[in-house]
């Protein structure tokens, strides 16, 4: 029988490098051990990829969604709810959030979803090698105007957001350097695409144009020569900054809650050992992302984050789902479901801008807050789902239960999730109107499967239940 | 009796609604010419002047025009728009051209209005997300994503006693204690808030009876919802609505007149159940949309452009034509689309200064000329 402590500690991890795991999940990976499960997630490689045929089947929209939503939701909800490949689902929503482009200017899904596909196929690599790709990305060279920087006429989109926001961040470099960086990027363009017109849309493809390219003498962050764009990647992943950065980012995602980026020049850190941990092994490991995150699970300031981090919508949204359970085909109605991280403010696929999306306490609004609780009540309250139904079975095992048990039962087979003592006191005095809970007999069961799904209300609409 | 608040209702046209043949000049040969494969033939043209016209599907809002209670205002918008749905609904919404920014006009103006958060349902909206144009920081909003009687937090929880105990208790669960983090305060506030919110207009329902009969249509059923809040003297100053999707490249008839037979019946159901309970003197609607279409049509329908058409509808308005329509001469046109000619923000400034009686600089981020459309 699994410790308490270890299920905790396991559910945490999951809950961070996944999207959570029901009790069975848990036990099982318990048994396996905490870092060969960290070893596991960590190798994506060994599990199926997702059946991406049964998502054609049902939706076969969702294979070129075009311009509008929702098919293009619904062509990465899919991949979020089915995946067994978790952490690796996890770093594709962490690369989005960083190399945030968006459909209001790709006005294209079927290029998202292939820059998705990107950041999953390099989601655990290399980051040197992923910055690279992603400068080539058709998707990202329109988003940033980059098919517009030519060696005549300087275009510095890119330039300034590939330093500013997606290696180093304001304040270690010059406005000399992005203009360098600008220069080592022209050429780097789209192919001439057939237009949409009659027939629709065609794929884009990168085209590096040598005659467009600026090929002369530059000097970017005190290096010297005439730089391409694969030399600027090389030079800026080797700056300390550059590690410090994506660590701050990865702690954000994965740890706790950090202030936002843009405030990054002007507020520290809130564990500066543990970026400095990161970002040493982010250099000794030549930019591996696989090495970065196997130091950050193991790590006790990790191991000690409990609850630090404000759900995202779509981790909100898809952890529900996978708790649950019955949503793994795409039926009728799919478009609807992977509209709701849109609905509490966090449209996939198309941040608001190239900073991406505000996170921490900033999902949370009057409009987002009552949409994300009564989500998740109307999925837990619904004893015909087979997630739900196996909780109150387990319950059922223990029966009868008196209120304390109720309380601890639930909040046990939810997460493990922690409340405070308070919130604890308000959820057993509930309890207690209910007396014991029984399953003896007709009446008896159908009263004690009801108060379990209000009592599970009831915890996930807990502002505690908000984080992760 | 003392003088009613003004209350203000915006109707967004989401998706980029074609001015062009929304008010159609119909004497011009450039809208034949243009217009091969979606021009509204000219017998079905509702003449509202000698020059210009409303879609056929708009009878009802001609209607109100001949009763003197629309003001169309004609290009509409603003310089060097990038014709894309998500940021030129952005620049309508935070009145920002030029960068992102996280809070919208009327999120400031309910600042404005109610500064201390005295009543939390300040501001309505109807529809599934917050509108950017409600959002300022500490402003609370209450949002109804589906119908208003089912309005609430924890839907699901059955039985309406037992109903009331379960929110006591999530009442008590957030009531803020010593001792507790920022965000968890911050959460606390908008937890109680929502609730609070919610509470309050559950009641709007239950006290609503009329003889007017709306039509089956969700912008109907937000119309009704909205009729339903303001005759419940709830206090409610700004109401947000939202219909779409009025993005018509392909299939633009019939598509674009279903779109405003909804709207149009749904207005004219709202207006005539305001009237029946003596409420419509004090209200005010909005439409508008963030772009127009494309002069020349694509074959089967419109791509986006620029200058748009606005209207605002109410006993106290001005009925009648404000602006002058873009010329739709070929070297006239900006990229092919109409010229903006009236900025949006002059539109936002004469409601909010003249009608909410708030001053308008810091809320629609500089001063522009005000329309004349509002009744003394």
Redesign the interface.
Known sequence: MALKEDLTLMAHLMRRAGFGASRDELEARVAKGYEATVDELLHPEQQEPVDVFTLLRYQPGSLLPGGQPPMGNVNWMYFLVNTKRTLEEKMTIFWHHLFATGNSKVDNYDQLLDQIALFRRCALGSYRDLLVEVAKNPAMIFWLDNNQNHGTAVNENWGRELLELFSMGVGNYTEKDVREASRAFTGWTLENKLPRAPYGRFSWKFEYRPEDHDDGEKEFLGHRGRLDGEDIIDIIVQQPACGRFIARHLYNFFVADEPQVPSWSIEQPRDPKAIDTLATVFQESKYDMRAVLRTLFNSDFFKNARFTHMKSPAELVVSTLRLVGGFELPKPGYGELSMQPSYMGQDLLNPPSVEGWHTGREWINSGSLMARINFVAELIGDPSLPGVRAIIDRLKAQAPLGPEQLVDGCLDLLGPVEVNAETRQELVEQAKEWGQLRWDSEANANAADQHVGEMLQLIVATREYQFA | MPAKDPILVVLQLSGGNDYFNTVIPYNDPLYRDNRPAVGIPDDQILHIDNEMGLHPAMAPIKRLYDEGKVAIMHGVGYANS?R????SM?IWHTCEPDK?I?DGWLGRAIRDIDPNKEN?VTAV?FG???FRAL?APGV????V?GALESYG??????GES?RA??LD??A???SP?VGRT???E???T??L??MK??DILKMAPQQYASTVKYPETPIAKKLRGIAQVHLANLGTKVFYCDHG?F?THASQNPGHGNLWTAVSEGVEAFVADLKEHDAADNVIMLLFSEFGRRVHD?GSGTDHGAAGVAFVIGDKVKGGQYGQYPSRKAEDLVQGDLNPNMDFRSVYSTIVQQWMKLDPKAIVGGTFEQPAFLKN
């Open positions: 990038p894309s749905h998500f940021r952005d992102v996280p939390v909206s599934p997300s917050l959002v609370p909003v209450a949002c994503g937090l924890l839907p699901g929880i059955q037992q105990k379960i208790r999530f008590r669960m957030y204690l920022n965000v968890m911050y959460l606390g908008t937890g808030d929502s919110g919610a999707s993005d694509n």
